[in-house]
């Protein structure tokens, strides 16, 4: 029961992270930079890589895809911790793509974002890891 707890934890950390994020990609001016002129350059610059979309296109699908990520590993490790239980703690496929999703998240937090991410995304990295632990127990 603690280790499905502990899991359970873990993935509503991340699903709470990828919601907020997706919220304030689209809400209020977390997202947006604090330099109007930036702002705008960015809406008028295309990549390298296509001149149909703007940066500040490839910005927001960029933050759009990142939340999702996090939910999706919210909503898929949190239901097979409560419903298949015995299928995620007997899977060494699941519980290393787990802990392989948390710790390269919790690298790149570490390297290129700030804090409150890089807390959130520890917090749920040691819960997941607790977690597995007591299972394998």
């Known amino acids: ?21 997706l919220i304030i990609t689209f809400v209020g001016p977390k997202l947006r930079p604090r330099d109007r002129a930036l702002e705008a350059r960015m809406r008028e610059v295309s990549p390298g890589i296509t ?17 999702l990520a996090a939910i999706l590993y919210g909503l898929i490790y949190g239901y097979l911790a409560i419903a298949h239980r015995e299928l995620l ?6 519980l290393t793509v787990g802990a392989l999703m948390l710790g390269t998240l919790f690298v790149v937090a570490k390297i290129y974002w700030f804090r409150a991410p890089l807390i959130g995304i520890a917090i749920s990295l040691l819960c997941y890891l607790a977690g597995v632990a007591v299972a394998l127990s």
Request: glycine share 4%.
């Open 1 to 21: 029961m603690i280790a499905t707890l502990l899991l359970v934890v873990s993935a509503a950390v991340l699903l709470t992270l990828g919601t907020a994020h």
């Open 51 to 67: 001149r149909k979309a703007s940066m500040w296109d490839f910005w927001v699908g960029f933050n759009i895809s990142h939340s």
């Open 89 to 94: 703690f007997s899977s060494a496929y699941l």
